[in-house]
């Protein structure tokens, strides 16, 4: 180790790195938060001085009001919340369920199954929504809800993880419970199930991340305001001239915040399950 | 699932308990199954028939086989060529730098300073950000008089401050800028949970040897993180393929101005949706499957041997 004048000074340097890269990070959330309480008049005027981090003249009330009212804010959360939840959900039981019979049960066509699953992790989604568009149509499901669940539920990726998991953990434990005569359905719920609860987390949080953002289906799938996801009503009400700034911070803050909540208390889990699998930018 | 390739655990499969899971798996592996079929083994197939016809989304004229005409159409296409080069400049960029950054923001945090759970947080807090929020933020940020324009007078001396989103030769850069903010979190933390695997007995022992800091990075840190590294640089690439919301959102109109920021994604969705042309998107589908696809192979095939 260097010597402590040395130490101090790297400490300093490093202190200094991580503020400043911390600033760049940092100032887009500020200038939302604040730009959402203040006159829309003076959002981007302030931008050359301080006052960008003054939250005056304060109008908060009549910017969250636009964002819910104009914005259609509570009519695209609804949409926003039913789709990642059905996602989520259905997603993690539909995946874990499909990544342990590949991992832990034999039956007819298992090694296919996992091979095709494992060339179609390769597929991405993009390359699908142009027929996958035309489907809908035919079925005249475009501009529903379920068109924008439905195609989303299983995920090769997600069932690659858990066969993965499944695979890793001792067999002795299923065949204990085999030999207490649990079948394999009470083996799954009884035994495996609590065991994967990290698996699981991981799989939620991706998933939910993923869903919660996702725009150019929605851009492809919906036309009117009671189907829109957050992001495309954000982007809408953003089309509604005159831009008002103040009112699109509003919407984006309320747009943003309950995940920066969601992500503050579990925290940890977030980015245990990124550092596990790693997708999406 | 053929039945000539039934693996032999099959046909052993006499007794009740084995009868019963192998029920169970086909129960437990059904519903993915279904849904892989229907939303993407069969989508996936019909690109491949489709870009190959004439198909439309609505059109009273019927369908027929058009060959490769859709091939040659976007092969020949200046726009479909001119989104590639688009990608490709941003995807050269992108890769480098945000590899670069994730990997100096890991390094930084991963010194258990006092404070560094909290940078890391402040570095990862972006990331809860959906692309389309980041975006219209970035918006504020970005704008002729906004603050990095502010910043950028200062520190240049009033030289430097472009109308970011108006001015074609910088709206690429300002799509960049907030790719790198709403993501490098996630290469980040993947780099730091790779440093926080190097033994540390490595350290130890180059710090015995008198290797300076510089020299620990170069010959401990790189070399046992390589794995993650190549994997996040080339992830980074692979997805850089995908831009689309940034694009789509930013500009004045969707690509602009004058094209500078169209993507191969932006090319799909204007084809395949908005002109309604189901058999040349299709094509175009395709094609970025291919790229993807050549990205993926040259992945597997180029990642560092232990």
Redesign the interface.
């Known amino acids: 180790m260097a010597s402590s004048k040395g130490l101090n000074r790297n400490m300093l340097i490093a202190y200094g790195a991580m503020g400043l890269l911390g600033l760049f990070f940092l100032f887009p959330i500020a200038i939302m938060v604040i730009g959402s309480f203040k006159s829309d008049a003076v959002v981007i005027s302030d931008q050359t001085s301080l006052s960008a981090f003054d939250p005056r003249p304060f109008e908060a009330s009549d910017n969250y009001r636009a964002a819910a009212d104009t914005g259609n804010y509570f009519k695209s959360l609804r949409v926003s919340v039913i789709v990642s939840g059905v996602i989520v959900v259905g997603g993690l039981i539909v995946n874990s369920l499909c990544g342990y019979a590949l991992a832990r049960l034999r039956f007819r066509g298992q090694r296919v199954l996992l091979s095709i699953v494992i060339a179609l992790v390769i597929i991405p989604f993009e390359a699908i929504a142009v027929p996958l568009l035309l489907m809908m149509s035919e079925i005249e499901w475009t501009n529903t809800i379920r068109a924008q669940f439905l195609p989303f539920i299983a995920q090769p990726l997600y069932i690659f993880l858990f066969y993965s998991f499944f695979r890793g953990l001792p067999s002795e434990l299923e065949e204990a419970a085999m030999i207490d005569g649990a079948g394999p359905y009470r083996t799954f719920w009884s035994v495996l199930f609590p065991l994967a609860k990290p698996a699981y987390a991981s799989a939620a949080i991706l998933s939910f991340l993923y869903s919660w953002g996702q725009f150019l289906w929605p851009v492809m799938i919906t036309r009117t305001e009671d189907v829109r996801p957050l992001p495309i009503g954000l982007t809408f009400f953003r089309g509604q001239p005159p831009i008002q700034w103040a009112d699109l911070m509003a919407f984006a803050t309320m747009m943003v915040l309950p995940v920066i909540i969601v992500f503050v208390i579990f925290q940890r889990q977030f980015v245990q399950g990124v550092a596990t699998s790693g997708l999406k930018g | 699932?053929?039945?000539a390739?039934?693996?032999s655990?099959?046909s052993d499969?006499r007794s009740p308990?084995?009868r019963?899971?192998?029920?169970?798996?086909?129960a437990?592996?059904s519903?993915?199954?279904v849904?892989?079929t229907l939303?993407?083994?069969?989508?996936?197939g019909?690109?491949a028939v489709?870009s190959f016809t004439n198909?439309k989304?609505?059109s009273p004229l019927p369908t027929r086989w058009v060959g490769f005409d859709n091939y040659t159409d976007v092969l020949g296409d200046s726009g479909f060529w001119g989104a590639l080069q688009n990608n490709l400049v941003f995807s050269a960029i992108v890769v480098p730098l945000?590899t670069g950054l994730a990997l100096?923001?890991a390094v930084?945090?991963n010194?258990k300073?006092k404070?560094?759970v909290f940078?890391?947080?402040?570095?990862?807090?972006?990331?809860?950000?959906?692309?389309?929020?980041?975006s219209?933020?970035?918006l504020?940020?970005l704008?002729p008089?906004?603050?990095i324009n502010?910043v950028m007078e200062v520190v240049t001396f009033g030289a430097f401050a472009p109308d970011w989103l108006n001015d074609p030769s910088y709206t690429m850069a300002a799509v960049i800028i907030v790719?790198l903010?709403?993501?490098v979190g996630?290469?980040m933390?993947?780099l730091?949970?790779a440093l926080q695997d190097v033994p540390k007995t490595l350290y130890e022992a180059a710090?015995v040897d008198g290797a300076s800091?510089w020299k620990r990075f170069r010959n401990v840190t790189v070399p046992g993180i390589r794995h993650q590294l190549f994997?996040?640089a080339t992830?980074?690439m692979i997805?850089s393929f995908?831009l689309?919301?940034q694009v789509?959102?930013m500009p004045p109109r969707p690509g602009g101005p004058l094209d500078a920021t169209n993507t191969i994604?932006v090319e799909?969705?204007d084809t395949?949706?908005q002109r309604g042309q189901?058999g040349k998107?299709?094509s175009?589908?395709?094609l970025?499957?291919l790229i993807?696809?050549f990205l993926?192979i040259f992945q597997r095939k180029f990642e560092p041997a232990d």
Not at chain 2, 20 to 26: D, F, I, K, N, Q
């Open positions: 699932m053929q039945p390739t039934v693996d655990s099959a499969s308990g084995n019963s899971r192998a029920r169970a798996g086909l437990f592996s519903p993915a199954v849904l892989l939303f993407m083994v069969v989508p996936f019909l690109a489709l198909r989304l609505l945000q100096l923001l930084l945090v010194q300073l404070g560094s940078f890391r947080t402040v570095y990862f807090v972006p990331i809860t950000f959906s692309l389309s929020a980041a219209i933020i970035w504020v940020l704008n008089s906004g603050m502010t790719s903010w709403a993501s996630f290469q933390v993947i730091l949970a710090a800091a994997f996040v992830i980074t997805l995908r689309f919301d789509w959102i994604m799909l969705v395949g949706f189901i998107g299709s175009i589908a395709v970025f499957f993807v696809l993926t």
